[in-house]
């Protein structure tokens, strides 16, 4: 048994978050992740755009780490930030948003990662919880040295598919997912880029999905499995099928991710929830601001309640396992800059748990938002 302050369960741009906030807080926090990579989705997934922080009409919505996040997953590879928000002249009608390289994000990660009160589990999968009461104590964690039981006053739920949450025996809702594949490709023969990122299959609402593909929840093992093969066989096809003078010598599969790319697959029930129609509304116990990305104009508050699940205390669920409602809510909140902003807002609630020796429903708003104002995290429109 190894006992913490504060475990992280996953190091996407959620989890690297609330790592960071609860370790430069002085706690001993560990971060654990079943790959060998940190960033997740933007990694491992290859979904290489950070998508924009501020609300389409020149306003800066989101602050704090996830912006670090974001001038970190350029800091060892070509990109840039637009102009009106201290980058590229030239290019100040873009949003505020930034095209990274997986790779070289992997390295800037690393680099932030090394905190004096972190301890990183790699390639260890979380394979159990524990439970006292209705309060979450501990994680059972397999990898090669066996498994083992990990303890902490307060957890955090950054696995992007609420495993924490449903081990513990906390209320969950699954959602679907449309086949979809990136991936790297390259292109030798080709002026300028000689490799891009190419896509297949559906996009963010479905659409574009393959005809007769299974459509899954990506919460068992056989749907990861089905998946990835699935996706895979997109990129197959889209080779063996090559025109136009394109042929095995002009264009083909540089890298492939190494994660399934499932976009919503299970996210708890909390005390409250981010709800489609709130957009542009103030929320009494908003703790953040969150943009639509796909176009300008609108921005939801979130609510602190929708990090906290229902019955079980000791945990938070953050990224796109928080309770956001299906459609335009879950779309938004489970996104790179508004995942990395509630990894944080949670790490500032797991710290505050831990000093005060209670769960995080019973934390005082006040409490969360004075270190929100000190770290610069707005949280009203």
Known sequence: MKRYD????????????????????????????????PGGLATSGMVNIYLPLCDGKGRQVIHGISEELLKASIKYCPGSIPAGWGGVPGEKDKRYLAVFNPSACVLAFDELLE??????????????????????????????????????????????????????GAECEEGSNSLSLWAMNAYPDKQGAAVAMIRFGADDSGRGHPKNAPVLKGTSGKDTTTFVLESRKLLRNHYANLKDGRTRETEYPVCLPTMAQ????????????VRNDAFNKNIDDSVGIIPEWRFAGKTWEVPYGSLIPVKIKGLLAVGRCMDAEKGDAWNVARVIPCAALTGQVAGISAVLSVEHETSPDNIDLKDIRNVLDKRGILYHL
């Open 6 to 37: 504060v475990i992280v369960a996953g190091a996407g741009v959620a989890g690297i978050a609330a790592a960071l906030e609860c370790a430069r807080s002085g706690m001993k926090t560990a971060l654990v992740e079943k790959t060998i990579l």
């Open 115 to 168: 905190q004096k009160n972190l301890d990183i589990w790699y390639d260890t999968q979380i394979s159990g919880a524990a439970v006292k009461g209705s309060k979450l104590t501990s994680l059972e964690v397999l990898n090669k040295s066996g498994k083992l039981m990990l303890e902490a006053g307060c957890f955090i739920d950054a696995t992007g598919d609420a495993d924490i949450a449903n081990f513990a």
């Open 262 to 273: 499932f976009r919503t697959t299970r996210k708890i029930k909390g005390l409250a929830s």
